[in-house]
């Protein structure tokens, strides 16, 4: 029987390509059906052309592959799917994105991804977890039995959402973990074995780095080491000015120097050094979970650590223009090639097919994985995928200081998910009030006001709130 993949968001065609073009190198997957859908029909019929390119030059034309516009033939691309792959964006960068910067600058509340937690993944949930929402409704009807790739970000709240809404068989899938042991390696400046090993568990964007070994030896002494003797003098010197300085004595090759890969990344290596563990995520995300590193009365601190404001921003630009500079090679090409991506997806479809069992880390509801974090969370923890579908595994409690500052951020996301659910404006305050950057830095009161402004201002992005 023929596997159905059907791809939800499918104008977003760079992904697509690297999700279904990895499906395309599978012998388990190539001969599939990829359903492509989206509600924008230039990008959709661009992510046809491109795939159609990749499917006769890679994969012999063995795929078969419809596309399928607008709501109207939604549940006619999800009937029959085994797999579904969600990778949409409610608003995109305009008006939505940009709404979710500018207003809260308005408060005095700067960011820099806006995607995960604080004022910007809040209501990019609220808009996002309706319309996922209603994917799940059709699912029930037309596959429900096929399981759903969440790639959506706020990854925990969307999740969450369908997990404890929906009758659907969810993980989120982020790839924040599989580099993570070995780019820390790297910022350090310290070398990669084939005998490394390492553990970890969390939330998504979140989650830590419970051990790291080469051959049984436990590598954190060095790596703090290290971090420690670095920290204070390139934050007296300044990430910026550090990273400027690196671009240019090293021209070629500055982007791999270790001093540019640690100026890149001081808020995890403060974090590690105050709390005892590397966090998955990036430093420019995680410098907006917590209420130390963006503040308007200290902005020294800014340039200290290297803290992109609005970088999120510059990225939907940059990809943008990146699209346009690269729209004529993907579509016009008829040779186009494709290597196997780091991405889960294809592996754990591979996995469920074959009954060949795969490894990865997934978001799932938190049925007592890790204990010492609340039962409304959706953790990151290890899975098995096979015929069985997604197994999540046992990770036991996590280090009290680590889950202390999970919960910091679980707080927010479960308030936010109750007012996608229950439809009360109260909780969307709540979430709010509750999200570390935001209390630090503005009052109730002007919490609340700036969420009615992004209420209004999404207008009919959201639903109605009572």
């Given at each position: 029987?023929?596997?159905?993949?059907?791809f939800?968001?499918?104008?977003?065609?760079?992904?697509?390509?690297?999700?279904l073009?990895?499906?395309?190198?599978?012998?388990?997957?190539?001969?599939?059906?990829?359903a492509?859908?989206?509600?924008?029909r230039?990008?959709?019929?661009?992510?046809?052309?491109?795939?159609?390119?990749?499917?006769?030059?890679?994969?012999?034309?063995?795929?078969?592959i419809?596309?399928?516009?607008?709501?109207?033939?939604?549940?006619?691309?999800?009937?029959?799917?085994?797999f579904?792959?969600?990778?949409?964006?409610?608003g995109?960068?305009?008006?939505?994105?940009v709404?979710?910067?500018?207003?809260?600058?308005?408060?005095g509340?700067?960011?820099?991804?806006?995607?995960?937690?604080?004022?910007g993944?809040?209501?990019?949930?609220?808009r996002?977890?309706?319309?996922?929402?209603?994917?799940?409704k059709?699912?029930?009807?037309?596959?429900?039995?096929?399981?759903?790739?969440?790639?959506?970000?706020?990854?925990?709240?969307?999740?969450?959402?369908?997990?404890?809404?929906a009758?659907?068989?969810?993980?989120?899938?982020?790839?924040?973990?599989?580099?993570?042991?070995?780019?820390?390696?790297?910022?350090?400046?310290?070398?990669?074995?084939?005998?490394?090993?390492?553990?970890?568990?969390?939330?998504?964007?979140?989650?830590?780095?419970?051990?790291?070994?080469?051959?049984?030896t436990?590598?954190?002494?060095e790596?703090?080491?290290r971090?420690?003797?670095?920290?204070?003098a390139?934050?007296?010197k300044?990430?910026?000015?550090?990273?400027?300085?690196?671009?240019?004595?090293?021209p070629?090759?500055?982007?791999?120097?270790?001093?540019?890969?640690?100026?890149?990344d001081m808020?995890?290596?403060?974090?590690?050094?105050?709390?005892?563990?590397?966090?998955?995520?990036?430093?420019?995300?995680?410098?907006?979970?917590?209420?130390?590193?963006?503040?308007?009365?200290?902005?020294k601190?800014i340039?200290?650590?290297?803290?992109?404001?609005?970088?999120?921003?510059?990225?939907?630009?940059?990809?943008?223009e990146g699209?346009?500079?690269?729209?004529?090679?993907?579509l016009?090409?008829?040779?186009?090639?494709?290597?196997?991506s780091?991405?889960y997806?294809?592996r754990?479809?591979?996995?469920?097919i074959?009954?060949?069992?795969?490894?990865?880390h997934?978001?799932?509801?938190?049925t007592?994985?890790?204990?010492?974090?609340?039962?409304?969370?959706n953790?990151?923890?290890?899975?098995?995928a096979?015929?069985?579908?997604?197994q999540?595994?046992?990770?036991?409690?996590?280090?009290?200081?680590?889950?202390?500052?999970?919960?910091?951020?679980?707080?927010?996301q479960?308030?936010?998910?109750?007012?996608?659910?229950?439809?009360?404006?109260?909780h969307?305050?709540?979430?709010a009030?509750?999200?570390?950057?935001?209390?630090?830095?503005?009052?109730?009161?002007?919490?609340?006001?700036?969420?009615d402004?992004?209420i209004?201002a999404h207008g009919?992005?959201?639903?109605?709130f009572?």
């Amino acid at each position: 029987m023929t596997t159905k993949i059907t791809f939800m968001g499918a104008g977003s065609t760079i992904f697509a390509k690297n999700i279904l073009g990895d499906c395309m190198l599978s012998e388990a997957l190539r001969e599939s059906h990829f359903a492509l859908y989206d509600i924008d029909r230039d990008r959709l019929q661009e992510s046809m052309q491109m795939l159609d390119n990749l499917n006769g030059h890679i994969n012999e034309g063995r795929a078969r592959i419809t596309a399928h516009l607008g709501e109207p033939s939604r549940r006619e691309a999800l009937e029959g799917a085994d797999f579904v792959v969600n990778a949409i964006q409610v608003g995109g960068y305009e008006p939505a994105t940009v709404t979710d910067f500018e207003i809260p600058k308005r408060f005095g509340l700067r960011q820099t991804i806006a995607d995960t937690l604080g004022i910007g993944g809040i209501f990019r949930a609220l808009r996002t977890i309706p319309v996922v929402l209603e994917f799940s409704k059709d699912m029930e009807g037309v596959c429900p039995d096929a399981l759903f790739l969440n790639y959506v970000n706020p990854m925990c709240m969307v999740s969450a959402a369908l997990q404890r809404a929906a009758s659907i068989e969810t993980v989120g899938l982020c790839h924040s973990v599989p580099g993570c042991a070995e780019g820390l390696l790297r910022a350090v400046g310290m070398e990669r074995t084939e005998h490394l090993q390492w553990r970890i568990a969390g939330i998504n964007h979140q989650a830590w780095l419970l051990e790291i070994t080469d051959a049984g030896t436990d590598l954190y002494p060095e790596i703090k080491s290290r971090a420690a003797e670095r920290l204070p003098a390139f934050r007296r010197k300044g990430a910026f000015a550090i990273k400027e300085e690196l671009r240019k004595h090293h021209p070629d090759d500055y982007s791999r120097h270790p001093d540019y890969l640690f100026a890149g990344d001081m808020v995890r290596m403060e974090l590690m050094l105050r709390f005892g563990y590397y966090v998955t995520e990036s430093s420019e995300h995680n410098a907006e979970y917590y209420p130390w590193f963006i503040k308007n009365n200290h902005p020294k601190l800014i340039d200290e650590y290297g803290i992109p404001l609005d970088e999120y921003l510059r990225r939907c630009v940059d990809q943008i223009e990146g699209w346009g500079r690269c729209r004529d090679e993907m579509l016009e090409n008829p040779c186009l090639e494709h290597t196997r991506s780091i991405e889960y997806g294809s592996r754990i479809m591979e996995a469920v097919i074959t009954d060949q069992p795969y490894r990865f880390h997934g978001n799932v509801m938190n049925t007592g994985l890790i204990p010492n974090l609340p039962s409304l969370a959706n953790v990151e923890v290890p899975c098995l995928a096979d015929r069985n579908g997604i197994q999540p595994c046992f990770a036991g409690n996590i280090p009290e200081a680590c889950a202390a500052l999970n919960r910091t951020n679980i707080n927010s996301q479960i308030l936010t998910v109750e007012a996608a659910l229950t439809g009360k404006r109260e909780h969307i305050y709540q979430a709010a009030l509750l999200d570390p950057h935001t209390g630090a830095e503005l009052t109730i009161d002007e919490t609340v006001s700036l969420c009615d402004a992004l209420i209004e201002a999404h207008g009919p992005l959201l639903p109605a709130f009572r």
